[in-house]
Structure formats: C-alpha cells, structure tokens
C-alpha cells in the first residue's frame, strides 16, 4: 500500500504533469503555433494523470474495504494530490480546444466552402437515424403517394448518407408496394422492402393511359402473386378476369400475416363495345382463403368465403346488375367462425341471394358494436338477416330498407328485435331520446326511427368511424297495412312510439325524456293518445311540417283534437295534463314550397302562446323555443 502511495507522489511531481513543461520555448520555427509533438505532450501528461487517479483510487478504495487506516493519512495526500491534478486538466482542456480550434480555422481558410457539408459542419446532417425515419414516416403520412409521385423520397435528395439511410428503412417501403404502374418499379420497392410485411395497391391509370373501354387499373402480373405471402394488407381494383385469378391465387396460398383485405370489382361496360365483361367465375368465389389472422375484410363487387377466427370488421357492397351467388348459411357461417372477435358489419346492398337458412338457426355475435345495413336494392330484404343475430353489445345500429312495401309488421318486428338485445345492450341502455319521422306522399308513407336522438333529419345516418356515437336509426321508405292498404299516419306514429316507450318501462330502463316529432299532422291529428303514456318526458322537438296548412280551417275543429299543441294546452278531466313533466318545447316550421301564410304563421304562434300560458296557469309552466331563431 504505501508503495503505491509513494509511486503516485513521486510521479506526479517528477514528470511536471502540470507543472508548465510544454511552454512557448518549446514551440518549433512556427511562430505562434504549438508543435505536433507538443499536442502529443498534452495528451500524453492527461493520460498520465488519469493514471495517478486511477492507482490513487485503488489505494482508497482498498484502505476503506479492509477498514484498515493504518496509512490513511499518506493514502488521504495522495487522493488530494490527484483532486488537485484534475483540477488543474481544466486548463490543459481549454489550451487544447484552443489550439484545435485556430488550426480549424486555418483549413477552413484555404479549402472551398462548397467542400464543408461533413457530419461536423451541418448538425442536421448528424441527425439520429431514428429520428431521420420518423420525419419520412410523417412526410409519408402527410403526403400520400400517387401513381406518379412518392413525396417522402425527397428527403433523399439532401445528401449521400441520407439517400443511404432512406433506402434502407423496409417498413417505409413496404407500404409502397405496387404504388407504380411498372413492374419494374414494384420490384424494386419489394426488394427494398426486405422482411417487413407488405401493403399491397395497384394504382389507376390516368386518362390518357386508359382509353374509353380499357381497364382503368393497373392489371396484375406476375409479381402480385409472388408475394402474396408477405402481404399484410391488400388493397386492390381489378377487372373480372383478374379478380377470378386472385382469388384463385389467394385460396392456394398460406397467409399468415394478412391483417387487412380490401378487393374491389370494377365491373364496367366497355364503351368500344357496350358489351358487359365477364363475371368472375362462381367455381372461383367459392374457393375458401384461409387468413388465420385476418382482421378487417372489404369486398366490393365480389364476394369470397373467408375463414379467419380474428375477424372485427366485414364490409360488404354488392350491385344490382352483379348479384353475389352466395347463400344465407355460407355467409352466416362466416359470421360464426369470427363471432368472438367480430365488432362491425356494414352491408351496403349487399345480402346473399339464395336465402335458404333453418328457421331455428340464430348467430351470437357477442362483441358486434355496430351494424350498417344501407342503400338496399329490391332484391335486399334486411329485416331476414337481423331475425338471425344475437347482439347484446351492439351500440350503433343503421337500417335502411328497400323502396319495396313493407308492412307494420315489418316495422314493429325489427323495434323488437332492437329490443331483444337486452337491457344492458348499449343502444338501449340509455337511449332516453327518441325521433319519429313521418312523411306522405300520396298513399305512401315513410318513417323513419331514430333512437338515442332528437334529430329530424330523415336521412341522418350515424358515421361508421365514429368511436362515440350511439343509437339506432331505422328508415322504412314505404309503409303500408298487413293488407298491403295504405295505412293511418297517426295509427302508424302511436304504434311506433308506444312500442318502444312501453318496452322500455316493462324492462326497467329509464324512461323516454326526450321525443322529438316531425310530420305534416301534428297541427291536426288528434294527438291524445299518441302522447298519453309518455309520462316521463321533459323536452319536446317538433318539426311542424305544413304541408297543406293553408287549405286546413282549424277553426271547426275541437280545441282538443287540434294537434299535438292542442292536445298539450288542454287539461284533462280529472286537470292533469298530458306529458306532465314536461319543461320546454323546441319547435320550427317547415312551409310549403310557396311559403306559409301570414295567417298560418299567427296560427301556429297563437297555439304556441296558449299552450304557454295553459301550462302556466296550472303551476306547470314552459318554456318554448324557436330553434330557427336560435
């Protein structure tokens, strides 16, 4: 110990590590410039106190492990010896960065400045490579590629070690696969690509490299198929013939890593021989693709069997000049193998044509949210398919049937199936807010049903992307009777509102607090039993369609039975009111297509103020709101 104790003393003095050995008198016939021998001096005189230091601090450490302090007191001056050593490399630090520093200068001073673009002269060009791919990735995002243009390549251009670094990100070229019409092109993107699975696109064709009559989309080739394998997502719009060979193609392959499939059949008449091309062969759509971790599933135009046990989404949208020869049970029996993970079905006009299905059979889907059945043809009846699924979880639902007459019984029997989820179903749970919506049209009638909402917009279709919203919306274009007869508008809004605000109180669920009504008789019917067992309702919408008010006189007519805002101003026998919690009323009008009378617009207000000061004069007074003011 006290061996090494001596050694750090005596070396630290004897060799002048800091004791102003290298001085200018030692400088050579440069002038004011330090030899390159005395830089080798500096950094050599460092290394040998970092050697002191480094014995010094074996010395101690050993001394104080040992708890033996028979030397410390020579141990304790070495320690301070090497404290002051490196204290004083500060100076020997700063005379180096200094010299370096003026002999950089001087380079600098003699060389083009078109030659400084090094790792050390632009700091954006020592940017980490993660750091670099996330700027492509953002740039890639923010600028989707185009058959003619992949913007995040740019980066590219900025130097050698970015181009090198660009080439080398695989997970951003492999979403670019088939992004260029040329073969060539999706080579080399492949190539690049390395490893990573793949995102898979043909790209359509511009105008002039599709004539009148030409497939508007890349065809495939030989190289689609070659990498089916690595795909993950496939994207693709092909021609009948194409698409018969991809699903030929797809069916003999193993796909592991497919996650998401979105196939499109541009099924077009040939404007050179307004002849229709061929359809994909029905021996070929029914070839089952096995995608075990298949995830997201969008057919358009075509139709083929899937097995996967991972599915959450199936989007399906048939035409009416190419029905899907498909059966009920084939399709039922792809629900069944994804029932456990299955959370979104959008039909649109889509349903299979044969419908052969066992009348017991049912499919419990227990994690479906939401169900889209839209834009119906003749041939589409979806009242069949919603008999046959279970769905306890399901929160947003959208239904619209064909322009086909369909019955009350038709109508009723979807609200009950809404019904039949349960208590616990989202889409029932607390759904407190209702809209009716009724229009006529001659003999025809329409309604449209819209749960969990007050909106008056019969068309208003809740947004299949939306994580948020909830409810139901039915529209039935034509209604008729059992008997296929016209039908009694007011029969037709009390039956509907009555079925489900009933249902609702048999299952113990809070009541209907909200109606919102839209319909050309609400000024005239008699609304009495319409309103009379919606006793838990505190706000009212009214849509006050005139359709034909100017050709009406109210004036003959029983205060009583002088619509909704008659029926609501007038108390009952016994004094009560109908709806008796009700708080406010928000109402618009909407005239006729040549406008509302003055007469009918005091009308309607006078009826306004009555029901106003009635309610009031009775200790329940309301509020009533323009919303067209508002």
């Known amino acids: 110990?006290?061996?090494?104790?001596?050694?750090?003393?005596?070396?630290?003095?004897?060799?002048?590590?800091?004791?102003?050995?290298?001085?200018?008198?030692?400088?050579?016939?440069?002038?004011?410039?330090?030899?390159?021998?005395?830089?080798?001096?500096?950094?050599?005189?460092i290394e040998t106190t970092l050697n002191l230091t480094r014995r010094a601090d074996l010395a101690s450490l050993t001394s104080i492990q040992s708890k033996s302090y028979a030397d410390g007191r020579s141990i304790i001056m070495a320690v301070d010896?090497?404290?002051?050593?490196?204290?004083?490399?500060?100076?020997?630090?700063?005379?180096?960065?200094?010299?370096?520093?003026?002999?950089?200068?001087?380079i600098i001073a003699g060389i083009q400045p078109g030659s400084l673009n090094t790792a050390s002269s632009l700091p954006i060009l020592r940017l980490p490579t993660e750091i670099l791919?996330?700027?492509?990735?953002?740039?890639?995002?923010?600028?989707?590629?185009?058959?003619?243009?992949?913007?995040?390549m740019k980066i590219s251009h900025v130097c050698t070690a970015w181009r090198q670094a660009i080439i080398s990100f695989a997970a951003l070229w492999a979403r670019e696969v088939g992004v260029f019409a040329s073969p060539e092109s999706f080579q080399i993107i492949s190539q690049r690509a390395g490893d990573a699975p793949l995102t898979v696109t043909n790209p359509s064709l511009s105008p002039r490299q599709s004539p009148f009559g030409q497939p508007r989309h890349v065809r495939l080739h030989g190289l689609y198929f070659e990498i089916l394998p690595r795909v993950r997502t496939l994207g693709l719009t092909l021609e009948s013939e194409d698409m018969e060979h991809l699903i030929r193609a797809l069916s003999r392959q193993n796909l592991p890593l497919m996650e998401t499939i979105a196939l499109e059949n541009v099924a077009g008449i040939s404007f050179s021989t307004m002849v229709e091309p061929r359809r994909a062969s029905t021996a070929a759509l029914n070839n089952l693709i096995v995608c075990p971790n298949l995830r997201s599933l969008s057919l358009r135009g075509v139709f083929a069997t899937f097995s996967s046990t991972r599915l959450t989404s199936i989007i399906l949208c048939g035409t009416r000049r190419h029905p899907l020869s498909i059966t009920g049970s084939q399709f039922l029996d792809m629900l069944s193998q994804s029932a456990e993970t299955?959370?979104?079905?959008?039909?649109?006009?889509?349903?299979?044509?044969?419908?052969?299905?066992?009348?017991?059979?049912?499919?419990?889907?227990?994690?479906l949210r939401k169900l889209s059945l839209l834009s119906p043809s003749s041939e589409v009846a979806y009242p069949k398919l919603c008999k046959l699924l279970q769905t306890p979880a399901l929160a947003m639902m959208n239904l619209e049937t064909s322009h086909e007459p369909h019955t009350m019984s038709d109508v009723l029997g979807v609200l009950d199936w809404v019904c039949t989820n349960g208590q616990a179903c989202p889409c029932n749970k607390d759904a407190i807010?209702?809209?009716?919506?009724?229009?006529?049209?001659?003999?025809?009638?329409?309604?449209?049903?819209?749960?969990?909402?007050?909106?008056?917009?019969?068309?208003?279709?809740?947004?299949?992307?939306?994580?948020?919203?909830s409810g139901v919306d039915l529209v039935f274009p034509l209604v008729?009777?059992?008997?296929?007869?016209?039908?009694?508008?007011?029969?037709?809004?009390?039956?509907?509102?009555?079925?489900?605000?009933?249902?609702?109180?048999?299952?113990?669920?809070?009541?209907?607090?909200?109606?919102?009504l839209r319909s050309g008789h609400l000024l005239s019917m008699d609304a009495r039993d319409l309103l009379r067992d919606l006793n838990a309702v505190k706000t009212l919408h009214l849509c006050l369609a005139m359709r034909s008010y100017t050709h009406q006189s109210m004036e003959d007519q029983d205060n009583s039975t002088r619509g909704v805002l008659g029926a609501l101003a007038m108390p009952e026998l016994d004094g009560s009111f109908l709806l008796p919690l009700l708080q406010a009323v928000a109402y618009?009008?909407?005239?006729?297509?040549?406008?509302?009378?003055?007469?009918?617009?005091?009308?309607?207000?006078?009826?306004?103020?009555?029901?106003?000061?009635?309610?009031?004069?009775?200790?329940?007074?309301?509020?009533?709101r323009d919303m067209q003011s508002t």
């Open 81 to 106: 010896a090497s404290l002051e050593h490196l204290r004083d490399l500060e100076a020997i630090s700063q005379t180096l960065m200094a010299e370096l520093d003026r002999r950089r200068l001087q």
């Open 1 to 45: 110990m006290d061996a090494i104790v001596r050694e750090v003393m005596e070396r630290g003095s004897d060799e002048g590590v800091l004791g102003g050995t290298h001085t200018r008198d030692q400088r050579g016939t440069r002038g004011d410039h330090l030899a390159i021998n005395d830089m080798k001096g500096e950094i050599e005189a």
């Open 433 to 469: 807010q209702l809209a009716v919506y009724h229009e006529e049209n001659g003999i025809t009638q329409k309604i449209a049903v819209h749960m969990d909402s007050h909106d008056f917009n019969p068309n208003r279709m809740l947004s299949r992307g939306s994580d948020t919203q």
């Open 133 to 152: 791919y996330r700027v492509a990735d953002l740039l890639a995002l923010s600028t989707p590629a185009t058959p003619n243009h992949l913007g995040w």
């Open 342 to 367: 299955l959370e979104e079905i959008c039909l649109l006009n889509w349903l299979p044509t044969i419908w052969e299905v066992p009348r017991e059979r049912r499919v419990q889907l227990p994690g």
């Open 588 to 624: 618009r009008v909407d005239a006729p297509f040549f406008g509302l009378t003055l007469a009918g617009r005091a009308e309607v207000q006078e009826q306004l103020e009555s029901l106003a000061l009635s309610r009031a004069s009775h200790g329940t007074p309301i509020s009533v």
């Open 480 to 516: 008729v009777n059992d008997t296929h007869a016209p039908i009694d508008s007011e029969d037709l809004l009390r039956v509907v509102i009555s079925r489900y605000a009933s249902w609702r109180v048999r299952s113990s669920l809070r009541p209907l607090e909200i109606l919102g």
